[in-house]
């Protein structure tokens, strides 16, 4: 079995004693003697006992490894808290990853790990940001339902939308962040490329079940010649109106009656 090559108090106590034991004997050379004995450098059993005879103890030398805590000055403040709390923060709202590099440009960044901050992906910590234009448009929706949902005769209504699943890693989620910090929340990223996307209809009727109607599913392509297209190529006005029709024969087929007066809008981007 290997021996560590730091030597330990103990080790260097073993030297000295074996070092004061052939002295005493009479030996020429004792420094060769004991390296006989514990099969260490001729140059260690001299610097032990050179350190012995200028400071009369020995210590133990530091392991020549990033295994030790460092000396810092650094002082445990709220405020140098507070700034690697903001540091981080700012550098995950706008999805940039935090690595040591980055963070030594600040002092109290070198008590990152101490303080308490992991790395990796914070779970739960992704929210979508709605611009102010969906944020118009969500208020007149909830204005315009919430009387058809609370009067005293329910319609049926269905609820219809398009949407993606993807699984997309990138290096910018291996990053710093603080589990304590409840108001580090890191916006979603608006990806594009290839996705499974899908677009159904969902029946909210007083009269049976809720129940998914005309569900497709597909994966998009990267390029014009794989069919179908990707997400923004495929959802577009000419397969909303295909799939829309038939949804119409589908809710036809369960008794259910859409109004004829109801105008419908078809937009080219959905």
Known sequence: MAR???LTREDRLDML?????????GET???????????RNVAVVRGVWCEYCDYGTVTAATPAANRTAHPTRLIHSTQNIELIQAFVRSR????MRGTAVDV???PPSLASKRRGYKRGKKPGSSSYHLSKSNVLARDEYVQLMHPLLTGTIRPSVVYMDESFIHHHYKRQH??????SDEQDIQRKENHKGRRFCFIAGILDSPAMD????????FRGGKSQAKEPNDYHGMFNHD???KWFNSLLDELDALGVQASSSMPFVFTTSL
Request: with cysteine; hydrophobic share 45%.
């Open 174 to 179: 291996d990053s710093l962040y603080d589990p």
């Open 104 to 106: 030594l440009t600040l």
């Open 239 to 241: 397969h909303f109106v």
């Open 17 to 25: 004693r074996l070092f004061a034991f052939y002295t005493s004997q």
């Open 210 to 217: 809720c129940r998914v109607l005309t569900l497709d599913i």
């Open 92 to 95: 995950r709202v706008t999805r």
């Open 4 to 6: 560590a090559r730091t």
């Open 29 to 39: 050379a004792p420094s060769k003697k004991v390296v006989q004995a514990l099969g």
